[in-house]
């Protein structure tokens, strides 16, 4: 007997033939290597290249999406900015603090002139200002540490 029921959330995001799911599985688990590049090197950035691979994820693999919200180290970050667009205060320091090093590294030995130096400085301001923008997390239960179970995984809002 065949049983018929309404497409759960995950099903509806997910795409069906397997070499699209196959292409953002593959996309997801790069950029989860960038982000690792990312911890380890200064210049380079993480969190954006976790955000890229949970949203990789969350249409390939639930599992993976799930691992990565759950992390007991970047979850708490990534499900803030999944549920609210929310950042952190102290990652919002960090990463001014990472652009503006980011700079003068880029000023000290690039030697760039006023017509490349103006415009990488209106862009990082930019990327600065938007940052300082974005809301701080409200305290909710999953920014106390609660775990998430698997139904409430399927549930969370994909931006």
């Not at 239960?141 to 931006?159: H, P, R, V, Y």
């Amino acid at each position: 007997m065949v049983e018929f029921r309404a497409p759960m959330e995950t099903d509806l995001k997910m795409p069906r033939r397997f070499p699209v799911r196959a292409i953002y599985l593959a996309l997801g688990s790069v950029m989860l290597l960038l982000a690792f590049i990312g911890m380890l090197l200064p210049i380079m950035p993480t969190t954006i290249f976790l955000i890229l691979a949970a949203w990789f994820f969350g249409r390939s693999s639930p599992r993976l999406e799930a691992w990565l919200l759950q992390h007991p180290r970047f979850g708490k970050t990534l499900r803030s900015w999944r549920d609210e667009g929310a950042i952190p205060a102290r990652i919002k320091m960090v990463a001014i603090a990472g652009m503006l090093c980011g700079y003068l590294i880029f000023f000290v030995t690039a030697f760039p002139g006023p017509r490349l130096a103006i415009p990488v400085g209106i862009f990082i301001l930019g990327c600065a200002a938007f940052i300082l923008t974005r809301p701080e997390p409200r305290a909710t239960s999953l920014q106390n540490g609660e775990s998430m179970s698997g139904s409430d995984i399927g549930a969370t809002k994909c931006t």
